[in-house]
């Protein structure tokens, strides 16, 4: 790629979206857009394939927060006609750019963003590739060994990616000599992962959560209630009698572990009341309202509302 591609290049455009388009957003644009023209569905289409390689480039730079700010910086420099593409040796043309780089050259910004690509003379490595990938939670927090059919340039290939345990939703994950053929080699192959929620299990860092329902019953007089966990056996943890909903019961050690790094399970009570009563439970519930008539859950409440 020439350096004059390098900042000629609109890459908000490339992905269909405008330049001030949340992470969340460039998102969801270049998903839809990958899984459109995808060399799996395009069925050797070269003209597509070209398309998609500039999709996952203009991603690979937006997706990016640091990369992102510099290719703006540089792209609203070119605009306004700052620099010109280089012309026989080589260097950017124009006027002093270091008030506006920080007293660097404008060409290191390029050199950032491509890796030198267009800078620098000789054989160049082949273009990285991205493709996607939906794993479940659990193999997620587990880890997992993904197995890809993948066809770039009309060749196909098989890919085997391990994926290490405790990844999180939209992480990358880098498949070396796996992209495109170039002079030098092969580029890399980059997956984006998307984590399918779990019913029960949620995350926060490192913990695992999750809420568990117990009875008015096992909250007013205590209980040892077994917890499934992420891994398949139960945890047994103890309720104290008077457990109100919402309260936090801490398992340590059954969390998420990501390197030397060991979280914990977080277990949120949630205290069910139920809908109908009868019969003998209808009678003993009226005794019992009976009986705590002096015990007045509210008054400290009202009292603070009207202080």
Same mark, same amino acid.
């Given at each position: 790629?020439?350096?004059?591609?390098?900042?000629?290049?609109?890459?908000?455009?490339?992905?269909?979206?405008?330049?001030?388009?949340?992470?969340?957003?460039?998102?969801?644009?270049?998903?839809?857009?990958?899984?459109?023209?995808?060399?799996?569905?395009?069925?050797?289409?070269?003209?597509?394939?070209?398309?998609?390689?500039?999709?996952?480039?203009?991603?690979?730079?937006?997706?990016?927060?640091?990369?992102?700010?510099?290719?703006?910086?540089?792209?609203?420099? =070119?605009?306004? /006609?700052? #620099?010109?593409?280089?012309? &026989? $040796? *080589? +260097? =950017?043309?124009? /006027?002093? #750019?270091?008030?506006?780089? &920080? $007293? *660097? +050259?404008?060409?290191?910004?390029?050199?950032?963003?491509?890796? &030198?690509? *267009?800078?620098?003379?000789?054989?160049?490595?082949?273009?990285?590739?991205?493709?996607?990938?939906?794993?479940?939670?659990?193999?997620?927090?587990?880890?997992?060994?993904?197995?890809?059919?993948?066809?770039?340039?009309?060749?196909?290939?098989?890919?085997?990616?391990?994926?290490?345990?405790?990844?999180?939703?939209?992480?990358?994950?880098?498949?070396?000599?796996?992209?495109?053929?170039?002079?030098?080699?092969?580029?890399?192959?980059?997956?984006?992962?998307?984590?399918?929620?779990?019913?029960?299990?949620?995350?926060?860092?490192?913990?695992?959560?999750?809420?568990?329902?117990?009875?008015?019953?096992?909250?007013?007089?205590?209980?040892?209630?077994?917890?499934?966990?992420?891994?398949?056996?139960?945890?047994?943890?103890?309720?104290?009698?008077?457990?109100?909903?919402?309260?936090?019961?801490?398992?340590?050690?059954?969390?998420?572990?990501?390197?030397?790094?060991?979280?914990?399970?977080?277990?949120?009570?949630?205290?069910?009341?139920?809908?109908?009563?009868?019969?003998?439970?209808?009678?003993?519930?009226?005794?019992?309202?009976?009986?705590?008539?002096?015990?007045?859950?509210?008054?400290?409440?009202?009292?603070?509302?009207?202080?």
């Amino acid at each position: 790629m020439a350096a004059k591609d390098l900042y000629e290049k609109d890459f908000y455009k490339v992905l269909g979206v405008d330049k001030k388009a949340t992470p969340d957003e460039i998102k969801k644009k270049y998903r839809s857009l990958a899984r459109d023209l995808h060399p799996d569905k395009t069925q050797g289409d070269s003209a597509l394939e070209e398309k998609f390689k500039a999709v996952s480039e203009a991603y690979d730079i937006l997706s990016d927060a640091k990369k992102r700010a510099e290719y703006d910086e540089a792209r609203s420099l =070119f605009e306004r /006609g700052g #620099f010109r593409a280089p012309t &026989g $040796g *080589g +260097n =950017f043309q124009g /006027g002093d #750019f270091s008030d506006i780089f &920080g $007293g *660097g +050259n404008p060409q290191d910004i390029f050199a950032n963003l491509f890796g &030198g690509a *267009g800078m620098r003379r000789g054989p160049r490595k082949g273009q990285d590739l991205q493709t996607e990938s939906t794993i479940s939670f659990k193999e997620a927090i587990f880890g997992t060994t993904l197995e890809l059919n993948l066809s770039s340039g009309g060749k196909k290939q098989n890919i085997t990616a391990r994926v290490p345990a405790g990844v999180n939703d939209g992480a990358k994950i880098r498949v070396k000599g796996k992209g495109a053929e170039g002079e030098a080699g092969p580029g890399d192959l980059f997956i984006l992962l998307t984590v399918k929620p779990h019913p029960i299990f949620s995350r926060k860092g490192e913990n695992l959560l999750l809420t568990l329902p117990v009875t008015f019953v096992e909250a007013t007089l205590g209980a040892d209630i077994k917890v499934p966990t992420l891994a398949g056996d139960d945890v047994t943890v103890r309720l104290a009698a008077g457990t109100p909903s919402g309260r936090v019961l801490r398992v340590k050690g059954r969390g998420i572990t990501k390197g030397a790094t060991v979280g914990d399970l977080l277990v949120t009570i949630d205290v069910q009341v139920p809908r109908r009563v009868e019969g003998e439970a209808l009678e003993a519930l009226k005794k019992f309202d009976e009986l705590t008539k002096d015990h007045d859950v509210r008054s400290e409440f009202i009292a603070k509302a009207k202080a």
